[in-house]
């Protein structure tokens, strides 16, 4: 079981960056695969990237390949989402998710979810 705080959102122009943390307390964060989601107002929430327990093996959405990071530091116990060319589609909460092996895209295979943070990008 896992807790998780998300931290690093704010408002950004139109091709700028932004690094998300998600800070994991509790037990046996390192036997986690980990993921990124988010959610606008008014839509459905939507996977945009998860990582595996070893950190080795990501997966992303196509809406953000090539412009969005995800990585983790298990020392720390913390998941990161570096954020890149941004857009104002990417405008969202992004919130973090954990769950046992193996990594997924899928939302309802996550177990434990943070409180989300708001990223917002204007034109």
């Known amino acids: 079981q896992v807790q998780l705080v998300e931290s690093g959102g704010g408002l950004v122009q139109a091709g700028g960056s932004l690094r998300l943390s998600c800070a994991a307390s509790?037990?046996?964060?390192?036997?986690?695969?980990m993921g990124w989601f988010r959610q606008a107002p008014g839509k459905e929430r939507e996977f945009v990237a998860a990582?595996?327990?070893?950190?080795?093996?990501?997966y992303y959405a196509n809406s953000v390949k090539g412009r969005f990071t995800i990585s983790r530091d298990n020392a720390k116990n913390t998941l990161y989402l570096q954020m890149n060319g941004l857009k104002p589609e990417d405008t969202a909460e992004y919130y973090c998710?954990?769950?046992?092996?193996?990594?997924?895209?899928?939302?309802?295979?996550?177990?434990?979810w943070g409180q989300g943070t708001q990223v917002t990008v204007s034109s």
């Open positions: 998710a954990a769950r046992r092996e193996p990594i997924s895209v899928v939302i309802t295979d996550y177990d434990y």
């Open positions: 990582i595996d327990w070893t950190g080795r093996l990501t």
């Open positions: 509790g037990r046996t964060f390192s036997s986690y695969a």
